[in-house]
């Protein structure tokens, strides 16, 4: 019997590889899918100016990454006892200027090396509505909890969306003309929106990303969004607060990513990091036992075996664990 629509997602025609970089930036459902992977091993930068919600926040961000830009105090402001970028997530706040700057600057410097490089760049777009300035028309890309009357709030229409990611792609392409990119909606219902107007912002995201992937060969679709809302669709997948995917939700999401966006050799490999990873989790009671000891050197071995076959495997962490 089936229960549930079937959802046939076409494997990537270059999927996803433990020797590749990928960097991963956009809405909140883009840290579940960084963490899945860094949790496995790949090399993966994710989300270097923290969340970001809305296509141009994203498109700026990217550009900034391939101008090298770096922050100075002028592009930073004061406010709730925070020094804050209008460009990134309040994770880079902080009480003290100098060190919200260093922190800013870090990630940009990180970033700006990773997309020179970088096969694989997937996006998550959370919503069309954009946030500008009053005083100055200038679009935000986070509120840090400013008083509402700073800000006009603007739907997006397509054509601004593909406008300002397709120049960004451009970009991109004419430093990196091999990069692949991977666009995903976010399922997150922004529900402060409103029920309908939410259907709109994502309806119009949907659309803008479907010109993107008919328009440039290197760009396709995962269809995170759709897994979400037509397959699963009942609340019994999302938080109690009806509008994040739960634990259960996410894992099947990832499931399907997995299947459909990495090689089927590098998942192999990867049960066999991941029982690398749980091992050196484990905290014994007895850790001067024989049996404990001989546990670890055989766990370090097999780091030590699986980093000499794939050097591209940072397996550091867990060997300095086993040799203890």
């Known amino acids: 019997m089936q229960l549930t629509l079937k959802l046939d997602i076409p494997p990537l025609k270059q999927p996803i590889r433990y020797s590749d970089t990928l960097l991963l930036t956009g809405s909140c459902f883009t840290e579940h899918i ?21 296509p141009l926040s994203v498109a700026h961000s990217l550009e900034s990454y391939m101008d090298g830009r770096l922050y100075t105090a002028a592009d930073l402001f004061y406010l709730n006892e925070l020094w804050n970028s209008w460009d990134h997530h309040t994770r880079f706040s902080h009480i003290d200027q100098d060190s919200a700057l260093h922190q ?14 970088v096969n694989q760049v997937m996006i998550t777009l959370g919503s069309s509505f954009q946030y500008y300035l009053k005083d100055s028309g200038r679009p935000v890309a986070n509120n840090h909890r400013a008083p509402a009357q700073w800000f006009e709030k603007r739907l997006l229409s397509v054509g601004e969306i593909t406008g300002a990611l397709s120049a960004a792609l451009d970009k991109l392409h004419g430093i990196n003309k091999d990069a692949k990119v991977l666009f995903t909606i976010s399922p997150v219902r922004h529900i402060r929106d409103g029920v309908v107007e939410n259907n709109r912002s994502k309806a119009r995201l949907i659309e803008a990303v479907h010109d993107l992937c008919g328009a ?23 938080d109690v607060d009806f ?15 997995a299947e459909a966006c990495i090689a089927p050799g590098e998942r192999r490999l990867m049960e066999q990091v991941q029982e690398i990873v749980t091992a050196s989790r484990h905290r014994p009671r007895f850790a001067a036992t024989e049996a404990h000891k001989k546990f670890m050197a055989d766990y370090a071995a097999k780091c030590g075996r699986l980093e000499a076959e794939y050097p591209c495997i940072n397996l550091q962490r867990e060997k300095i664990y086993f040799l203890g």
Do not use: C, M
């Open 34 to 54: 960084a963490e899945r992977l860094l949790g496995y091993k790949f090399n993966v930068l994710g989300n270097p100016n923290g969340i970001l919600f809305n």
């Open 104 to 117: 800013i600057n870090a990630s940009q410097r990180q970033a700006a090396e990773t997309i020179r490089k």
């Open 216 to 238: 440039y060969e290197q760009a396709t679709y995962f269809p995170a969004y759709e897994l979400l809302i037509d397959i699963l669709r009942d609340y019994r997948f999302y």
């Open 243 to 257: 509008v994040h995917p739960n634990f259960l939700a996410t894992s099947y999401v990832w499931e399907r990513f």
